[in-house]
C-alpha cells in the first residue's frame, strides 16, 4: 500500500540520518491536559495527586504510522512545597521503537498575588517551580525488516540504552504561566551504542487564562509551545480551548507544517478527566489523521469543587 510505503521511507531517511528522538513533540491533548509529561517542574502543582494515561495514533488506518503511549503521577510532598512524579512513554513509527521511563522531583517557591480567578480554579497560582528528571531510555531499530541489500547502515538492528537527565522550570499565575524544559541535557554522550546520535529537544511553553466575573463559569485558554531541535525545523503548536467550570471543554489549534487540532472533554463523577482529540494532517503530510485520548484521575476533591 502507498501509506505504507510513504511510511518506511520515512523511517529510512530517519536511520539513514543517524538521529534518535524518542520523545517527539506531544499532540495538543497530552501537552495541556498533562503539562507534567514535557514539563517536570509542574509536578505537585495541582491540589491533590493526578494520573494520566494517553495514547495517539493506535487508530490509525495503516501500519508503520506512529504511536505513542505514555503512563504517568505526580503530587506534592512536604505541606505543597515539593512534588516527586514519574513517567514512561512508549513511540513507535516504521521499524523503530522507544521506551523511556523518568522520575521526577520539583522544588516550589510560592508568591502572593491578588488575582482575579474562578472559584473552580484547582492549581496552586503564584508558584515558581524548578523540576529535573532522572531515567533511561531504550531505543530499538529492527532495520533488517527493511530488505535492504548491500548498505552497511541497515546490515544489523540497533538496541542501546541511554542514561537522560532532564531539567525544567515553571512559573504559573492565575492568569498565566511559562515555562522551559528539555528531557536529556546529557544527550548521546552515555549511549551503549557509538552509532546513534542524540539530540534533545527543548519546549518553550506558554498559556494564558481569560476569565470574567461576569461569566464566571467560561474560561478561555489560548497557548501555545514552541520545540527546538538541532537539525530539525522549529515547530510551533498554538492552540486554544474553552472550559466550563471543569464539566466539559472544547478546543482548536494548528501545529506548523503538520496538522489542525480538534478537541471535546468531559469531567465524570468530579475525579475523571476524559480528553478525546483529532488531528487533521494537511496535504503535504505522509503521516495521515490520528485519534488520541487521554484519561486522567485526580484523587481527593478532583477536578469539581462544587
Request: charged share 15%.
Amino acid at each position: 500500500m502507498i501509506f505504507t510505503k510513504n511510511i518506511i521511507a520515512i523511517a529510512i531517511i530517519t536511520i539513514f540520518a543517524c538521529k534518535l528522538n524518542a520523545q517527539q513533540t506531544p499532540t495538543f491533548s497530552e501537552y495541556n491536559y498533562n503539562p507534567f509529561i514535557i514539563n517536570t517542574a509542574y509536578a505537585g502543582l495541582t491540589e491533590n495527586p493526578e494520573f494520566s494515561l494517553s495514547n495517539t495514533g493506535f487508530f490509525n488506518q495503516f501500519e508503520g504510522s506512529p504511536r505513542n503511549f505514555s503512563f504517568s503521577g505526580h503530587g506534592s510532598i512536604n505541606r505543597n512545597k515539593m512534588g516527586i512524579g514519574a513517567g514512561i512513554m512508549r513511540d513507535e513509527i516504521g521499524v523503530t521503537t522507544s521506551t523511556s521511563f523518568f522520575a521526577a522531583y520539583s522544588y516550589k517557591i510560592f508568591f502572593d498575588f491578588k488575582s482575579n480567578r474562578p472559584y473552580w480554579q484547582l492549581y496552586d497560582a503564584g508558584v515558581l517551580s524548578f523540576g529535573i528528571t532522572a531515567g533511561l531510555q531504550q531505543y530499538q531499530s529492527n532495520l533488517t525488516q527493511l530488505g535492504i541489500i548491500g548498505d552497511p547502515k541497515f546490515a544489523q538492528d540497533i538496541n542501546s540504552t541511554i542514561p537522560t537527565i532532564g531539567l525544567s522550570f515553571l512559573f504559573n499565575h492565575a492568569s498565566f504561566y511559562v515555562g522551559f524544559s528539555t528531557p536529556n541535557v546529557m544527550g548521546d554522550s552515555l549511549a551503549s551504542d557509538s552509532d546513534l546520535v542524540l539530540n534533545s529537544p527543548y519546549y518553550g511553553y506558554f498559556g494564558y487564562r481569560i476569565y470574567n466575573n461576569r461569566f464566571e463559569d467560561f474560561m478561555i485558554k489560548p497557548n501555545m509551545l514552541i520545540k527546538y531541535e538541532d537539525g530539525a525545523p522549529l515547530q510551533a503548536d498554538f492552540n486554544v480551548a474553552l472550559s466550563f467550570k471543569n464539566k466539559l471543554e472544547i478546543g482548536t489549534g494548528y501545529r506548523t507544517s503538520n496538522s489542525i487540532n480538534f478537541l471535546a472533554g468531559i469531567y465524570l463523577f468530579n475525579n475523571l478527566r476524559a480528553i478525546y482529540n483529532y488531528n487533521l494532517a494537511n496535504k503535504n503530510s505522509t503521516l495521515g489523521n490520528t485519534h488520541g485520548l487521554i484519561l486522567s484521575i485526580q484523587l481527593g476533591d478532583g477536578y469539581s469543587l462544587n
